[in-house]
T-cell receptor
Framework: NAGVTQTPKFQVLKTGQSMTLQCAQD?????MSWYRQDPGMGLRLIHY???????DQGEVPNGYNVSRSTTEDFPLRLLSAAPSQTSVYFC???????????????FGNGTRLTVT | KNEVEQSPQNLTAQEGEFITINCSYS?????LHWLQQHPGGGIVSLFM???GKKKHGRLIATINIQEKHSSLHITASHPRDSAVYIC???????????FGTGTRLTVIP
């Protein structure tokens, strides 16, 4: 049972490049989500999914795309990287019962992304 | 606007002291989470609360739904408790998770 696996750990991109951050969980969690963490601002929700085939936008979705083709995987795509996307990114998952989130959150180890 | 406010932002304590971190929120919630993040490290879930009080070792978390307030207490603090503690809430009827900006705790030997 690996929990939430997030790759890569570090990434440097040039402005305009694209990349995909991978997130996988093996706990059969319905809810998966992506956050960015910036100094002084706390964690902010980018996109989330409540099940395979279902995704929705969070607080700061611009510049990011997601898809959820399986329960296990929830990749985050940066289509054209910008310096403002320099941040630490976390993926998290949770069990969802009857529409309520009443189980612990499980986080990946984070991806430190720098866009130059 | 911040749906979740934490206080204090920074806290320095001597080893052995009793620590309290506060979290106030402005939305109706289905659950409140307390998270711990060590420097350069990942984020670990400490507690998930929807009512009352939970205890795990030296950590105690309480929530008052009517007052929209939660506290995290650490008894007999230790230098290994030094970390950022984050409060997060799931808004009722929505899939939004809102985070506080965190409380940076430093415990000095």
């Amino acid at each position: 049972n690996a929990g939430v696996t997030q790759t890569p750990k570090f990434q440097v991109l040039k402005t305009g490049q694209s990349m995909t951050l991978q997130c996988a969980q093996d706990m059969n969690h319905e809810y998966m989500s992506w956050y960015r963490q910036d100094p002084g601002m706390g964690l902010r929700l980018i996109h989330y999914s409540v099940g395979a085939g279902i995704t929705d936008q969070g607080e700061v979705p611009n510049g990011y795309n997601v898809s959820r083709s399986t329960t296990e995987d929830f990749p985050l795509r940066l289509l054209s990287a910008a310096p403002s996307q320099t941040s630490v990114y976390f993926c998290a998952s949770s069990y969802r019962s009857g529409g309520s989130y009443n189980s612990p959150l499980h986080f990946g180890n984070g991806t430190r992304l720098t866009v130059t | 606007k911040n749906e979740v406010e934490q206080s204090p932002q920074n806290l320095t304590a001597q080893e052995g002291e009793f620590i309290t971190i506060n979290c106030s929120y402005s939305v109706g919630i289905s659950a409140l989470h307390w998270l711990q993040q060590h420097p350069g490290g990942g984020i670990v879930s400490l507690f998930m609360l929807s009512s009352g009080k939970k205890k795990h070792g030296r950590l105690i978390a309480t929530i008052n739904i009517q007052e929209k307030h939660s506290s995290l207490h650490i008894t007999a603090s230790h230098p290994r408790d030094s970390a950022v503690y984050i409060c997060a809430v799931f808004q009722t009827g929505a899939n939004n998770l809102f985070f506080g900006t965190g409380t940076r705790l430093t415990v000095i030997p």
